[in-house]
């Protein structure tokens, strides 16, 4: 027992009513449980702190300020506040596998360059069916399709580099140097990968661990037109090197028309418009920021993007004339990649 790693967990929380009692007790139950756990409240308006105070007066509580609306803001609060160097966080609505975090520590302690690990995350009513799943990052800068749908596929494939959930085990040791997360990124897109992105250039890693399970309910989310529009233009243009912009720039505008129409389908011109905008009114931040991760770069581009099947949302990828648009452009779009990769 002398060698055992202490370690914290971290659990994020905004509105989680009577579910985020139930995820604190599977972190309670897991095989190591954590020495210290952390409900960072993120100005809830229902009763989840109270629930929290009565049935787990053992875990610290702390509220923000405000209600920021700020994943990332909500997690470097977590990872500043933690006793420990490692650090689980978690969403509010998730159960854990007894030997979940076992599984991340085994490969974060076994590779020396892991600075995040990341769970599988499978459906709680089906517990065989990927619910969400790591990923690489396309060069059009969007997610790429899940390459595995069920445990057997996921754990077939084994731990890799790839781009996690928010759901994650850090190493703040090897993670500070990428500036942990970004607080200036929207709720809805990339708040969470953006770091392991990040990671990636420096020449640390985020890994993807099938054989760690977390379980999530179904739920069916809404469209997040502003977080997808704005945090995507920061990634773009604070993260990818001149010469990846240029190149890529042709296939960037035809995919940016695909989302256009996609956005105008939802009547979310608005959003789109004010994402923009809000880019724009921060490009002194982003360059800045941008000096500061290409002068941290040890990987290009071409080494840590992809051209795989894009994620699409179901109204392009449907069984409409969009979505048979959509297919062919995919493969367009890798042909255009294979042509201009070389360059990078």
Not at 56 to 70: A, D, K, L, S, Y
Not at 171 to 177: H, L, M
């Amino acid at each position: 027992m002398s060698n055992r790693v202490r370690w914290a967990a971290a659990v994020i929380n905004y509105n989680g009513g009577g579910l985020v009692v139930d995820t604190i007790a599977s972190i309670e139950q897991l095989d190591d449980p954590p020495d210290e756990i952390l409900l960072i409240d993120d100005g809830s308006s229902d009763d989840s702190v109270v629930s929290v105070r009565q049935a787990h007066p053992e875990v610290r509580v702390i509220e923000m300020e405000r209600h920021t609306g700020r994943p990332t803001m909500v997690r470097n609060r977590a990872l500043r506040a933690a006793g420990h160097r490692y650090v689980l966080l978690s969403d509010n609505d998730v159960a854990f596998a007894p030997d979940a975090v076992e599984q991340l520590k085994a490969v974060m302690f076994d590779r020396p360059d892991v600075a995040v690990c990341t769970p599988l995350v499978v459906c709680d009513d089906d517990r065989d069916t990927v619910y969400g799943q790591a990923h690489r990052l396309h060069f059009l800068c969007w997610g790429t399709l899940l390459k595995a749908r069920t445990v057997a596929d996921a754990r077939a494939i084994g731990p890799h580099r790839a781009i996690g959930c928010g759901i994650q085990l850090i190493d703040k040791v090897r993670a500070e140097p990428s500036g942990f997360f970004d607080e200036n990124l929207a709720f809805g897109w990339g708040d969470d990968g953006a770091l392991h992105h990040r990671l990636h250039l420096t020449g640390s890693a985020c890994y993807t661990v099938p054989y760690a399970l977390v379980f999530h309910r179904r739920l069916r989310t809404t469209p997040r037109v502003y977080g997808q529009t704005h945090n995507r233009w920061v990634v773009l243009l604070r993260d990818y090197q001149l010469r990846t912009l240029l190149v890529t720039a042709p296939a960037l505008l035809v995919f940016e028309v695909m989302l256009i129409a996609s956005t105008l389908s939802l009547r979310a011109g608005g959003e789109y418009l004010r994402a923009l905008r809000d880019v724009a009114g921060k490009l002194g931040s982003i360059r800045a920021s941008r000096r500061r991760v290409q002068s941290s770069r040890r990987i290009a581009d071409r080494d840590v993007l992809c051209a795989d099947d894009l994620d699409l949302p179901r109204r392009f990828a449907g069984r409409s004339a969009l979505g048979t648009v959509a297919k062919l452009l995919n493969v367009g779009f890798r042909a255009y990649w294979r042509i201009v990769r070389p360059l990078l």
